[in-house]
């Protein structure tokens, strides 16, 4: 074992637990997908995907255990259920795998910006390097199959503009310029995941049998519906094209494949990635009205994100990430 003089720094340690914890839950959702998936195209995709996710868990391992760091219990085979009925047909899977490296890949490229240490950043760079491959797997076969929904085509330039006046942020009513290219992006992609959110809500909703996480996934629902109509309704304004997804539909079981903790966890790591990139889509917008909005919205989410911290704080399922000493505790011993 190689001896190093270098002590793991915070934000090393806090990236490490946070991958290992999500990365134990991707374990569970995607053993869950393949016992079911009979799609021959999509399993491979599905088979590296939980490949790559197993050796993060060991690669992790090996260093807390290195630096003599407890592992988080994170999620175990006793989170999911393997012989309840599928919940979702095989599109689904393929979905997910495109969804959760999509947003997989912000938070790798923003944990590999803050760590130094040599394996360490060997470990974020390469992780970063396979979920950008998984998500081109994915996109490509979803464009093969037909499911992958493009974004909106604008015009190329002519010639380079410079921004002339004021009212490009600030418009006078009913006179809004049109959205420009990095703004479409952001609204596309705020609606293809909320599209996504629904469907797991869906299907969620007719395994979760506790009212408490029920109303909890019910209001999920209500908000990305929110999101999706103000979106759509302001593509159609501007005279493109709102965003309708390929249906993938949910199946019929009642039986619930994933444990409540599992299901919550779930939750509260994509209010995360929202809040993140929403912050994002809030920092590159150039009209009032959308930034306004991209405020509101992001107060709305971490609203809902309370309840299912405090779901999780009240059953004891939250994990506390590693944390500073208590200087005034510790002068009071």
């Given amino acids: 074992m190689v ?59 090996a260093i807390f255990l290195e630096e003599n760091i407890p592992l988080p219990d994170g999620f175990t085979s006793k989170d999911i259920n ?98 420009n290219a990095v703004e479409l992006t952001e609204i596309f992609f705020n609606i293809e995941r909320n599209y996504f959110a629904i469907l797991l809500c869906m299907g969620l909703l007719q395994v979760v049998k506790d009212k408490e996480i029920k109303d909890y996934i019910e209001n999920g629902i209500n908000l990305s519906e929110k999101q999706i109509n103000f979106f759509n309704d302001l593509l159609k304004k501007e005279e493109l094209l709102g965003t309708v997804p390929v249906s993938m539909e949910v199946t019929n079981s009642t039986v619930s494949p994933f444990s409540d903790k599992l299901i919550v966890a779930l939750f509260h790591f994509l209010n995360s990635i929202d809040v993140t990139l929403i912050g994002h889509a809030l920092s590159l917008s150039m009209r009032l009205d959308l930034a306004t909005y991209y405020s509101k919205l992001i107060g709305e989410i971490l609203t809902y994100a309370e309840k299912g911290f405090n779901i999780m704080v009240n059953r004891q399922w939250l994990e506390q990430p590693p944390q500073a000493p208590n200087r005034k505790a510790l002068k009071e011993m």
Avoid at 50 to 60: A, N
């Fill in 82 to 179: 393997l012989s309840a009925p599928p919940l979702f047909y095989d599109l689904f899977a393929l979905s997910f795998v495109y969804s959760m490296s999509r947003m997989g890949m912000v938070n790798l490229g923003f944990a590999t910006s803050t760590v130094a240490r040599a394996d360490v950043l060997d470990f974020f760079t390469h992780a970063l390097k396979q979920t950008t491959e998984l998500y081109a797997e994915s996109t490509n076969l979803m464009l093969s199959k037909g499911i992958y929904d493009r974004p909106p085509m604008i015009t190329y330039p002519e010639k380079v503009e410079y921004v002339k006046k004021q009212s490009y942020i600030i418009a006078a009513i009913g006179k809004k310029r049109p959205l």
């Fill in 3 to 61: 001896k190093r003089n270098v002590r793991l720094s915070s934000p090393e340690i806090g990236g490490l637990w946070g991958v290992y914890i999500q990365e134990t839950m991707s374990i569970c959702l995607l053993k869950y997908f393949l016992h079911h998936l009979q799609d021959n195209e999509i399993k491979p995709i599905l088979q590296k995907s939980l490949h790559i996710s197993q050796t993060h868990v060991k690669q992790i391992k």
